[in-house]
Every structure is written in C-alpha cells, then in structure tokens.
C-alpha cells in the first residue's frame, strides 16, 4: 500500500545556503529544521530530499561532492533519517559536457519526485513538496502534490499553503492531511 511523503527542497529550506555548495564544511542547518523534521518523522512521514545541483554541470563541484554535503546534511540532523536524496546534476547552461542539457530530473519539472515515488511506493496525491522557490512548487504541482513555499510574501498564487519557514509549514501539513 502506497503512502504520502514530505519531498523537501536542500537549499533554504534544511540547509542555509544562496550559491553552489559542494564543500560539506558549508553545511549549515536552519534554525528550528531538525525539530520539524523530526516531528514530521514522529507522525509517520518519510522524508525525501529533493535538489537541483546545477553546480556539478558548471563545474564547480562533483557529484561526490554533493554526496559528501548530503552526508554532512544527515550527520548534523541526527537523529531525523532522510529516506532518499535526489539531486539534478544537469543545468542546460553548464560546462561539463556530460551534464549541459535540460533534464526531467530538473526543477520545475516533477521527474526526481515521480523517481522517488517510484522507488518507495509513495501516493504521490498524499504527499506535500516544500522550498523556497517557485520553481519547488511548480515541480510538486506536477507531480500531484499539494505544496509549501518558504516566503515571507503573501504570495499564495501557486501554492497550495505558504509559511515563513520549515518550522511554520508543520501546522499546513498536519492541519490538512488525512
């Protein structure tokens, strides 16, 4: 029997960060994050990471690189297991032949969360995607999820709720799920 997931976005949403990180060093937790993930895991929700990592198709990192940052991510949410990580290491603009091209992996489209439904039987229609860009909205929509964008503006066009951050976006989640 399929179930739901929470799909959340890497980048201002579990971990600061505004540029291209490949140096696990850099990883910083946001502030209230492990408490929410934990919670979310306490009510039964597997959480699955979902990430675009242009940064490997401009060259500027590897995806061991990106290995080494998620593993760094996991250590310092302890004890919160994330289920899966996915990451889209293509970018139509980057210069690493191998990785310079659009892909259904990247975001906006849904293809890293119909991989991750796929591989752990999730009902997609009962899961909920979270980040802090449109673009994390526009990939849960399509994918048939209901959606969270971290935003300070009122801006609720899209989305199916918004909230100031990971923490806030708990009471959208567990107010409106079955």
Same mark, same amino acid.
């Given at each position: ?19 291209? !990180? ?17 919670? !979310? ?56 032949? #191998? ?16 991989? #991750? ?32 964008? !971290? ?11 918004? #909230?100031?951050? !990971? ?12």
């Amino acid at each position: 029997m399929s179930r739901g997931a929470i799909f959340l976005d890497r980048d201002n949403t579990i971990i600061r960060n505004d540029e291209d !990180l490949g140096d696990p060093a850099g990883v910083v937790i946001l502030e209230g994050v492990r408490e929410a993930l934990q919670a !979310l895991h306490d009510a039964g929700w597997p959480l699955i990471v979902i990430t675009n990592q242009g940064g490997v198709a401009r060259g500027k990192f590897d995806e061991d690189d990106v290995r080494a940052v998620h593993a760094q991510t996991q250590a310092l949410l302890e004890p919160v297991p994330i289920l899966d990580w996915l990451w889209c290491p293509f970018h139509p603009n980057g210069s690493v032949p #191998a990785f310079s091209r659009e892909h259904p992996w990247r975001k906006p489209q849904p293809g890293m969360l119909l991989e #991750a439904a796929e591989r752990h039987n999730i009902d997609l229609t009962a899961s909920w995607m979270i980040g802090d860009h449109i673009r994390d909205v526009e990939a849960g929509n399509a994918a048939g999820c209901r959606t969270i964008l !971290l935003t300070n503006e009122a801006d609720t066009s899209i989305a199916t709720h918004c #909230a100031e951050n !990971l923490k806030a976006a708990l009471s959208s989640i567990f107010e409106n799920s079955s």
